[in-house]
T-cell receptor
Framework: DTEVTQTPKHLVMGMTNKKSLKCEQH?????MYWYKQKAKKPPELMFV???????INESVPSRFSPECPNSSLLNLHLHALQPEDSALYLC???????????????FGNGTRLTVT | AQKITQTQPGMFVQEKEAVTLDCTYD???????LFWYKQPSSGEMIFLIY??????QNATEGRYSLNFQKARKSANLVISASQLGDSAMYFC??????????????FGTGTRLTIIP
């Protein structure tokens, strides 16, 4: 079982809806990530939070809004999405950046998002 | 900028045989880490093995080993005694040393491995 929990597992939403993806980890990791993965493609980085502050935004459209309420939680708020935003959204976490020697990212099972 | 290349889109291997998945990379960083992940059809990304750029010995984790050739910038994954459960997508990935402030993990295009009974 993965130690990074993502909810929901599946989400279908219309282009005018507002929804949120949630991610939780209790490994004490201080870096958390959102990745987007289209079918038959590798994951692409969207956002990185380091010590609950946004450290990387890979020029993601503003209809995706990340939030890190505390060190264990990471949300991705969705609004006015397009059908091409349909994908698998993966959350990940890793040990304290800057103190651990390139520790691996631990991924959740992902949320399969369909925008209609 | 970093680039990861996996030249094998798909591989078919007989059960119990060993398999090598190729990965080459390009980076100007001196300190970096190389990772292999397995992604079954369920979607979860499972961490398999890690190799640091300054590690002198090849990494091993159970049936997984990493054939690291720094001068050639290659980091091939070797799976010994393959099992049906090894059928999945395999991604090679690289990240610069996060001590220098970059936490970005970049993935290659992946290799789909199918184990034949």
């Amino acid at each position: 079982d993965t130690e990074v929990t993502q909810t929901p597992k599946h989400l279908v939403m219309g282009m005018t809806n507002k929804k949120s993806l949630k991610c939780e980890q209790h490994m004490g990791h201080r870096a958390m990530y959102w990745y987007k993965q289209k079918a038959k493609k590798p994951p692409e980085l969207m956002f990185v939070y380091s010590y609950e502050k946004l450290s990387i935004n890979e020029s993601v459209p503003s209809r995706f809004s990340p939030e890190c309420p505390n060190s264990s939680l990471l949300n991705l708020h969705l609004h006015a999405l397009q059908p091409e935003d349909s994908a698998l959204y993966l959350c990940a976490s890793s040990q304290d950046p800057g103190t651990a020697n390139n520790s691996p990212l631990h991924f959740g099972n992902g949320t399969r998002l369909t925008v209609t | 900028a970093q680039k990861i290349t996996q030249t094998q889109p798909g591989m078919f291997v007989q059960e119990k045989e060993a398999v090598t998945l190729d990965c080459t990379y390009d980076t100007s960083d001196q300190s970096y880490g190389l990772f292999w992940y397995k992604q079954p059809s369920s979607g979860e990304m499972i961490f398999l093995i890690y190799q640091g750029s300054y590690d002198e010995q090849n990494a091993t984790e159970g049936r997984y080993s990493l054939n690291f050739q720094k001068a050639r910038k290659s980091a091939n994954l070797v799976i010994s005694a393959s099992q049906l459960g090894d059928s999945a997508m395999y991604f090679c990935a690289m990240r610069p040393d996060p001590n220098f402030g970059n936490e970005k993990l970049t993935f290659g295009t992946g290799t789909r491995l199918t184990i034949i009974p």
